[in-house]
């Protein structure tokens, strides 16, 4: 943990000593009683924290917000739903990296029942989006969404640059595409790729396809990948 996240419900409570949030300011990073650490409010400001007291029950905590931080990157990205292990690193990650919002698309080639993971049912994505904003400093979080199909999700898309990638039917590559937009929507399918149908639906919605080079990708390096090319070209580095 970079910084430490708080919702707002919790400034006016004490931090229990069995959160892992206090384990860590306690003996990761060796705070005692009058020290302060970096702290952030989800999708909020950015300040201090200084413990006051350290009790039985749990650390009491003054909160000092004074660094307004900058929007998410106009990125969003479309994936196909991958197994949960390869789901989480890809929610983290992404998080990391910045984007604004992700869609995780049950796709025809895919399974579909990884739709019903606890991963989503449990809310368990939702601590992973705070741990990836955590590691980058950052107290945005991305909106995630969850979709049966790939029509579904492209149905009702914001105004972007809409790119798909694809292994066996791009027009070109991501990397050498010359066009400079605002935002982007990235789609990335599962590991067995899109379905015929599937490329036919991102054509008629827009999407151009395009490819990473001729090597097979997992889904979850394909979207790091992708998204790094697109924040290059937002200047974001």
């Known amino acids: 943990m970079n910084i430490i996240l708080f919702q707002d419900g919790e400034l006016d409570r004490l931090l229990p000593l069995e959160d892992a949030r206090a384990r860590h300011v306690l003996d990761v990073i060796g705070c005692k009683e009058g020290d302060s650490f970096d702290v952030g409010l989800v999708d909020g400001p950015r300040g201090k924290a200084r413990i006051a007291r350290i009790l039985q029950r749990g650390l009491q905590l003054d909160f000092n917000f004074a660094v307004e931080v900058l929007d998410l990157y106009p990125v969003e990205l479309i994936v196909g739903l991958p197994?949960?292990?390869?789901?989480?690193?890809?929610?983290?990650?992404?998080t990391t990296q910045g984007v604004k919002k992700m869609h995780f698309v049950a796709t025809d080639k895919g399974e579909k029942s990884y739709l019903n993971s606890r991963l989503w049912a449990g809310g368990e994505y939702r601590r992973l989006l705070r741990e990836g904003a955590e590691q980058a400093f950052c107290t945005r979080l991305p909106e995630v969404n969850l979709h049966p199909s790939l029509t579904d999700c492209i149905t009702n898309l914001p105004c972007g640059e809409r790119l798909a990638l694809d292994n066996y039917e791009a027009d070109g590559s991501l990397g050498s595409l010359h066009c400079i937009a605002s935002s982007y929507i990235l789609a990335v399918g599962a590991e067995r790729g899109w379905s015929g149908s599937e490329r036919n639906a991102?054509?008629?919605r827009d999407f151009t396809l395009v490819s990473l080079g001729s090597r097979v990708l997992k889904t979850e390096t394909a979207c790091i990948v992708g998204l790094a090319l697109l924040l290059e070209k937002l200047k974001a580095y």
């Open 83 to 94: 197994r949960p292990p390869s789901a989480r690193r890809i929610l983290k990650d992404l």
């Open 202 to 204: 991102l054509r008629d």
